[in-house]
Every structure is written in C-alpha cells, then in structure tokens.
C-alpha cells in the first residue's frame, strides 16, 4: 500500500503538537503492496499492472513509481497534488481484505467505515459522513466502481475481488468527481481484460465455518481484436457469530456472492469499448445486535436483564436480510488526433428485502419490515487535451437519474401471537412508510493545468451543477391496540381494522410531496511549487457541496423538513517527497475546513413528549475542522517493507440548535472523528527452500470517538467508543515457481472487545439503556492461491 497526501491550511499548533506526542508512540511504520507486472505484454499493460500497486521492488531496493488516475488521466500517485492512498489489487487478495468494501478505510488515515456484516459501510474521512440509515441520501463521500458514481450507500458495500487497485482521495473533490464528494472520494478499478491468459484461483476457511472461494481467468478471445474476463466470488459463513439466548440458536451467518464478466474490444486503432456485467447476492440470518443497562441492576426495560457477554444476543422476532444487486457499464474510448474522448455509461440496480426485531430484546415490543428497491443510470463524457501542454485540460458532461421506491412498517403483535418474554405491557400497534423518491443532475465540468515555470504550475477547477428531487411520501400510525393481525409471518400484508383518524396518532400521520431543485458552483485551486527534484509543496484551496435532502424517516410530522445542500470550503498545505534513492517516500499536509449547513441525524425522544421518539435530520449553521496527517513508506532492503500513518483531527461544531427547541449543542463534535489514528504495517520476505516466505503484520489504533452529535456524554457511554487499537498478523509460503501460495492468519490478535456502532434506545422511565453492535472478535484462518 502507498498513502499519499495533498495540501493543507490553518491549524491550531498547541492541538497538533498535543496529538503528536500521544500518537507518535503509538505507530511509524507498515506494510504495504508489491506489484507483479511480469506477465504484461506491453507498455500499456505495464503500465497498467504498475497502477495496481502501490510500490514495486527494484533492482536496488527502491519504491517504484504508481499511476493513478485521480486526476481523470494517467499520472505519477507522488505527482498529485491531493491527499491519496492508492491500495494495490493483488496484495489486498494476498493479505484477505475485501470482503467488505468498508475495509479498505483501515489502512487510510483519519478515516473509517463501520460496518455491520458486509452490509451499507459507513463512510467517514476526515470527519465527513453521513450517520442517517436512508436509502435515498447519499454519503458526502463518493463512492466509485470503474469510475462509475453510486448513489445508493447500502449499494457500495459490494465485495471486492480481482481489482486493480482502489484510489482513495480525502478532502473535496467537487470538480472531477462532482457533488457529495465533499469528504472525499472512492474509486474502486477492477482488473482490465487483456490478450494475455491470466488469472487465479482462492479458497479460504476460518472461523464460523466461514468459506471463501474467489477466482478470476482472461485472456483474448479474437486476436487483436477481443478480450475477456470473468471473475467471481463466494463467502459462505455457515454457522453465524451470536448466540440467541431466546432460542438457542446461533445468529449472525451470511452468504456473500459475487460475479463480474467484462468484454474488452478494440474496434479501430483510435477506438475502445469495455462492458462491465456484475452482479451480487447477499443475505444475512439472525440478529446481530443487542441492548446494554446503565442501570446497576442490570435491568434494561419491563424486568429483562440483558447477558453482558459480547458473544450473546437475545431476539423473539425473525431477524434476516436479501439483497440483490446488478449492474453494467460500457467505456468507450476515442482517439481524435492529439486529444482523448471518453464516455462512460453505467446502470445500478439494487432491491433489498429485510425483517429485523425492532427492541433487540426477548420482549414483544417492535419488530420491523422493510423492502426498496433503487435504480439509477449516469452519462459522463470528457475530452482531455495532451497532457505535456503547457497548458493541458479535461473538460466534460455529467447527467445522473436515480429513482428509489421503499415499502418499510413497524409493529407490536399482540400478546401469544409470537413468542416473547413475560413482561411486555404496551399495546398492540403498527405504523408504515412508503415513498416514491427521483434525482435528477446534470453538471458541466473542467479543469486545467498551467506549467508557468519549472517550479511552478497551478490547478484551477469548476463544476456547475444543477439538481432536482421530487418525494411522494405516506406515513401512517395506528392509534395503540386497534390493529389485528391475520398472520404472525405475514403480518405487514395482513394488518386489519386500524384506526388512523384518532387525536392521540395525528402528528404520525402525513403525506409530503416536495420538490426542489438546487444549483451550485464547486471550483478548486492549487499551486504547486518544486522545492527540489524530490520534494514539492502544495496549497490547495476547494469548495465542495453535499445534496439536499428530505427527513423521509420522520415518524412524526414535526421532524419533515428539507435539509439544504451542505457546503464546505477547504486549506490544505503539504509536502510530498522521496529519499534516501527512493527508497522512502514522506507526505505530510495540514488542513482546515468551514463547514455551513452541516447535514446530520439527530435520534432520541422528541422535546416535550418523553414517550415519543423521532428521527431528525436537519442542517447545522456552522462547523469547523483542523487537522493533519503524516505517512511514511519505507523500503530499507529488499526483503523489508514499512509503511505507516498518522491522523491527527479536532471537529466541532459553532453554531448548533437542535429544531423543536432540542437544546444548543454548539462545541459537540463530529461522528466518528477520534482525535488520532494511526497505522504500522509490515512486511518480512525471506527465500526458503527456493520458495518464499513472508511474515506479515499490521496494527491500526482509533482515540475515543462518539457514534452521535448528540446526546455525547459519559450518562450515555454506551454511544461512544473509548481509543482501542487492532492487530492482524499473516504467514505466507509461496512455492518455487511463484504460483502457489499458502497462509495462516489471525485477525484482531489481542480480541479486543469494542463497539462498532450503537443505536439510541433510552427512554426516561421506560428503557434504561442503548442498543449495541459488537465489533468482530478474534478470529482464524487458512487460505490457498493458485496464479495461473
């Protein structure tokens, strides 16, 4: 793996040198990814083979150059003005991680993405994220698949398998990469068909009675003329995590699979097309989440006391989930002369189906269904001059059209309808939401690069985009008691005899039909001086913006509100350098953000009735951000690779009232945003018996961050995670040849307990305490990988 940073602004020295000496200790080095260009077959293979690796052993030792394409073109991954970290395909394979797209996060600093199983990550960089559960509100970390934007956040946890390397940017990225990039941005690149056979085979069981097989072969198809690739990938953990206290049962398995087929065509000497057909289906049984007491009795709510065993939940409802999702896009690329066209068409279908035990409890008090389904289609056309122009520019045409349906409902059966735990006193109930959601974008783009002198060259950027979304919304509550049920399985289709016209329910039924449109201008900015030939300077300065929105979990008609774009405005100064002969490469940045009309999701009981609890999600006036990062990679000898990383960050918000007269939460911080993170990873390769072996070890720490902007005190502890850090160790055999590889791993080596998220379930005087997902423990494995 190779980070790589970008510029930086104003920061507060006292707060840097504080987190400097508490984290400086914790980490300085680490691993990181070796490339295998061997088999390319000509200069565009080995260049894109060089792409997929964030460093290449040469001759002497030295770290060897990356091409990315954050920049919309080819360019050197150290001669990008931006803050990147560039994961190499074939050593995320090697080292296990891709089973969830989340994972990737943990090698980047001041960045995270909690996930539950392989489900919707949560994507947070430098403080930016979004922490409401909506379909149809995007993350303002844009996330990528061959370049191609996906919307839907539930739809970008798709697995990753045979890639060529992951590029992820941190800061605003609204010009190339457009809206809701205003944390950053993913971009995910498959591996490419070429006229060369290659390929490989994996197969992995661990613990659970996990089993994983992965693959991929290519090769041409007509001379010259076709090329293709098909790869897949399966994850069965047949016997799941949990156990289910109610039922005796073990919760928590899931299946994981994952096919991808590309066609490859060069149809003239100044023409190319790539067809990308995948497809995924992902399903979950049991429950995975449990409740935790802040009382000293233990008891959470009605005289249940809950285990504190973080391997023991306890569920009466059904608890499971199916998504399936599919999707295709076509790159054409066209030579017109000296100058380069690109179009990418993509289309991305996602349907998902899930029951859920709403209390996480034994107790009959909630239990949840919900299905939705999203389909969105994107157009983008960009013409590039010559990139050794004095004066070289990309410039392009963006439209986006996405449209979500979603069918979700509530409710408490009655009485021995289900089984449940004796103690449950509240009245029979049921509730449902269903909403027709469209988006509708189109931007017009540019960006060009000014050579002024051999030191000196400047970046100048615009985006102008406008955007409409138009929302049918139907909220229904029943008044407590009235409704019946004709079938405990069914029980959302057979609802009965409700009564929706009483006084005690008339704020919980509404129907919204808004429809706005937005328009907005993000541009970037950035010098870049040559302090030597191997070190540069940069100051970036961006203006990035998050879609608006709509509050479509409302549960009371109060908390229905349009939520205003998010703007952001970035100042970043950085360095980035190699030495000793290239053998170590350093980048550090400072930055600092203004943030305005902060989007975020307040949860808990609704102001002036302590036994109603809303959703909000609303604007925040202002916010800031100070923070900055160092990473270092090292290669000292040729058997030897250090790569590590230092994330310094502080976020607060200035101007915060929560609507409804919630309160003044001004000096809260941001979700997810520990003051310090750090990585130290390394890599041991040693020959043995003409073969080769390779101790492998990696360890990241987080400082204590909170899961919400509010309630963030120590009454309420169960919604924050205290510092921890993760360690993760490999042993790897590969046979002479090169071909064959064996390995023995351990995650989370010190099974450490944490949280990985939380969910607010305190009610005054009802229920004393919150709901928790543990975070995964300590588990083992062995693998084998064949290349063809």
Known sequence: M???????????????????????????????????????????????????????????????????????????AQSVPSSITVLGGKELLDDGVGRSASEILNFVPNASAGTQQHGRPRWWIRGVGAGQQQIDFPNPVGFYLDDVYISNSSATGFPLFDLDRVEVLRGPQGTLWGKNTTGGAINVISKKPSFRTSGYFKADYGSYDTKLLEGAIGGGLVDDVLAGRLSFHSEDQGEGR?????????????????????????????????????????????????VASYAANGVYRNGYIPSTNPDDISANAPANSSVKQGGGQLALEYQLGPYSLNSITGFENYRTESQGDGDNTPLEISRSRSAAKSRQWSQELRLASPQEDKVSWVAGLFYFNEKIDSDSASARLPNGAAPALAGSTQPVGYNSTIYNHEARSFAVFGSATATISDQLRAILGLRWTTETKDLDLRRKQAASGTPQFGSVDNWWNTVSGANYAAAAVANNNFVSTPSTTWHALTWDFTPEYKISSTARAYFKAAHGIKSGGY???????????????????????????????NKLNFNANLFRYNYKNVQVNITGVYNGDPTQSVNYLQNVSKAHVNGAEFELELQPVDELHINANIGILRTEFDEFNI????GNRSGNEFVRSPHGTALLQADYRLPVANGKLVASADWRYASKQYYYVDPQ???????????YGIGNARLSYTLPGGKHTFSAYVNNVGDKIYKNHTLTSFVPGTVNGDTVYWGARRTFGLSYTAQL
């Not at 609507?659 to 919630?662: A, E, K, M, S, T």
């Open 551 to 581: 509050n479509t979990s409302a549960t009371d008609v109060r908390a229905l509100n349009t939520v205003a774009p998010e703007t952001l405005n970035s100042f970043e100064l950085g360095l980035k350098s190699e030495w000793w002969e």
């Open 242 to 290: 949990f156990t289910n206290l109610f039922n005796g049962r073990k919760d928590g398995a899931l299946r994981d699979s994952a096919v991808r087929a590309q066609l490859k065509a060069l149809i003239s000497k100044d023409l190319s097309a790539n067809l990308n057909l995948h497809y995924r289906d992902y399903k979950t049984d049991g429950t995975i989440t449990t």
């Open 659 to 662: 609507q409804n007269n919630g």
């Open 2 to 76: 190779q980070s790589q940073q970008s510029p930086v602004t104003r920061f507060k020295r006292t707060a840097i040198s504080r987190e400097l000496r508490a984290v400086f200790a914790i980490a300085l080095s680490g691993s990181a990814f070796a490339a295998n260009a061997a088999h390319a077959e000509d200069q565009a293979e080995v260049a894109a083979a060089a792409a997929s690796v964030p460093y290449v052993v040469g001759e002497l030792g030295a770290l060897q150059t990356v091409t990315v394409t954050a920049q919309k073109r080819e360019e050197k």
């Open 713 to 723: 005190t120590d009454a309420r502890g169960l919604l924050n995670q205290g510092g």
